[in-house]
């Protein structure tokens, strides 16, 4: 007879039954002339855009799973993720939170499907079989799954016209007006005769538009800056924006010029994130906002935990 445990072990400190990540897949050929302009910075252009949206999501593992099989013992996650956007009105001057959706899944490895007893506080989570043997490949399919609901979310206010800033790089290629928003960086991805403008950005301007990728995964980047660095070093206050291939030229220009100038107004302060200026205020509030949704840590974990002893 199988068994389901929530495992001894704080999820915070990731599993008794761990592999390493896999590498992420090279991200194929930079084409430095996709403007075909002189590679000097450019001042953003704030063009009116009247409604801004900023799209994110934020994710929790909530316990560690063990299914007592004749085989041996599978591994498995409870995670919960939450998504939502903040709607910034210029004209209105006020922003608010829309939207907000919390997700909850149970993952068991192996092609194994948890099942889960009644939670109390209306804790419902969707039970998912994962066929990869491998542990970490439960926390990229929860992580996978709430990718998708953020694109689906960028997809659909995109097409509402409002001019959408997706944290992270972008899920879907697809030809809706969108942008997406990286934070940090793993590397340059400019060849070396052109990674020196990066440094000599002032804040409120743009690299020209190069494309990383090829065929259907193609996509338009650029570098900008928020905040003039201070002491900082020379890529202090940078980020990576990204738009689909998918899209007309000159409205990815566009896109880029506006980023410029619309994103250093909502740069975060170091005194209050210490993220800052690249966690933008609207994304910080919005990722409080979910986590709140999400439920305190511990009263789930121990929800979890009576529940599957209560069952057992």
């Known amino acids: 007879m199988t068994r389901l445990h929530v495992e001894g072990w704080a999820p915070e400190y990731g599993s008794s039954i761990e592999t390493d ?52 013992p599978v591994a498995g996650i409870c995670g919960s993720y939450g998504v939502g956007a903040v709607i910034w009105r210029r004209d209105e001057r006020r922003s608010t939170i829309e939207r907000p959706m919390v997700h909850r899944m149970a993952i068991l490895s192996g092609g194994h499907a948890p099942s889960l007893p009644d939670l109390p506080m209306g804790i419902s989570y969707r039970s998912v079989a994962e066929s990869d043997d491998d542990p970490a490949a439960l926390v990229r399919a929860f992580h996978d799954a709430m990718r998708r609901a953020e694109a689906e979310l960028a997809e659909d206010l995109g097409r509402s016209g409002y001019f959408v800033v997706a944290d992270g790089p972008l899920y879907e290629y697809t030809d809706v007006p969108k942008m997406g ?78 980023s410029a100038a619309l994103l250093p107004l909502v740069g975060s302060e170091a005194h209050v994130d210490p993220r800052a200026p690249q966690n933008l205020v609207p994304i910080a509030a919005l990722e409080r906002d979910l986590r709140h949704r999400l439920g305190d840590a511990g009263l789930v974990l121990r929800a979890l935990r009576s529940a599957t002893e209560a069952a057992a």
């Open 21 to 72: 990540e896999a590498l992420s897949p090279a991200e194929g050929s930079v084409d430095v002339t996709a403007e075909d302009r002189p590679w000097e910075p450019i001042a953003g252009i704030d063009d009116g855009i009247p409604v801004v949206a900023f799209v994110d999501g934020v994710r929790r593992i909530d316990a560690r799973l063990v299914l007592d099989a004749a085989a041996g």
């Open 181 to 258: 928003y990286v934070k940090s960086h793993r590397r340059s991805y400019l060849p070396d005769t052109h990674a020196a403008i990066v440094g000599v950005l002032d804040a409120g301007h743009r690299t020209p538009l190069f494309t990383i990728g090829e065929a259907r995964f193609r996509r338009y980047s650029w570098y900008l800056r928020l905040a003039d660095r201070a002491r900082g070093h020379s890529w202090s206050g940078i980020v990576r924006c990204e738009a689909s291939a998918a899209l007309d030229l000159t409205a990815v220009v566009t896109i880029a010029d506006r």
